[in-house]
Structures are given as C-alpha cells and as structure tokens.
C-alpha cells in the first residue's frame, strides 16, 4: 500500500525485536482498528515508559525510584549477583532462595561488536565489593563464548579482592532427555554433578 502513515508505523515495529515485516503489519492493522482513547493510551504508556523509568544508582537494574527495591531492601546477604541485562534480574527473581543483591552489566565482552570491559558496567561493580563488603559474586552471563569471556575477566578483577567468584552450575535442563542432550551440556553436568 501507498499509505506513507501506514509503511512509517510498520517499519517502526519492525526496529522491534524478533518482529518480521509480516508481524510488524498485523501489529499496525491491529492499532488502526483500535479507538483512538486505546491508541492513545498504548502511546501514552511507552512515553511514560521511556521517561520514567532509569537505572538504579547502585545496581544499574531498572527503576522509576532512585535506588530499586532490591538494593533497598535491608538484611541481604553479602552475594552480589551479576547479570548482563535488566531483564535477567527478572529471571534471577524467580529463585525465592536468593537474598543477595544484583549488579547488571548492559552488555558483555564481545569484541566482535567492539565491546570491551570498559564498555559495560564493570568499574562500579568493583565500588560496591569494597563498599559494600562482598563475600562472594555469582557471575550469572549467558554460558555462551560472550559470557564465559566476561565472567572469566571478572573472576580475574575480583580474586585478588579475596572474593569468592562463582557461577551457576550449568547442565542437563529439568524434564529433557540424554538422548537429545549435547556433548558440552553433559560434560557440564558432569562436572557440576553433587552427591546426593
């Protein structure tokens, strides 16, 4: 169609992750069928979004505070958990036994994409183990090439700090099967295997 308004609102959603020019147009069919108070509204909620929300002080997590509700929280163990993006604090959250904090990255080494440590929020993860008197730091990176270089580079940075490093254990995934299972998984799942 020759509708400027309509290709200028599909290709938007088509900026939008894992959002093809097929699923961008059934997005921009389905909002000119909403009302104009829907749309609005929809419009209305990224704009607040996109203004309100900022990263915590401390941890780099979002937040619409100054400090998020995690690192105001009181009486948490001294762990920091690190994460690459807000959204695996997301996921971290999920685990009720967690009582430590959070320190996100927004990002990790990938020298491909020309991203170095000092690309990523790293200098103030090292503030907040003095500061805040760290006993141990989970590195939680995705356990890809990418991950593995930036939880290797933090282990580096922290040891010498007399801080505990580790990351979490990797392996078989609940409820697959063997079969199916890749060679590195079960050599993982080998390796973090524990008594039971």
């Known amino acids: 169609m020759q509708i400027d308004a309509l290709n200028r609102l599909i290709n938007e959603f088509t900026k939008l992750p894992a959002v093809g020019k097929k699923t961008a147009e059934r997005y921009a069919y389905f909002l000119l069928s909403c009302t104009e108070d829907e749309v609005h509204n929809f419009a209305t909620s990224m704009i607040d979004a ?19 509700e995690v690192c105001a929280r009181q009486n948490k163990e001294p762990i920091i958990c690190v994460v690459k993006e807000p959204k695996d604090v997301e ?15 927004h990002g990790v080494i990938n020298p491909l994409e020309g ?4 690309d990523i929020n790293i ?32 282990a580096n940075l922290l040891k ?14 609940m ?22």
């Open 50 to 68: 996109k203004t309100k929300i900022h990263y915590c002080k401390i941890c780099a997590n979002f937040t619409d505070k100054e400090i998020c």
């Open 91 to 105: 996921s971290m959250q999920k685990v009720r036994d967690f009582n430590g904090s959070y320190h996100v990255l």
């Open 115 to 118: 991203k170095g440590p000092n």
């Open 123 to 154: 200098r103030s993860l090292l503030t907040r183990i003095s500061t805040e008197q760290i006993k141990e730091v989970i590195v939680a990176t995705n356990p890809d090439v990418e991950g593995e270089a930036t939880a290797i580079y933090i």
């Open 160 to 173: 010498p700090l007399g801080v505990k490093v580790t990351r979490p254990a990797q392996g078989v995934a």
């Open 175 to 196: 409820g697959s099967e063997l079969e199916y299972t890749d060679a590195v998984t079960l050599q993982k799942a080998l390796t973090a295997r524990r008594e039971i």
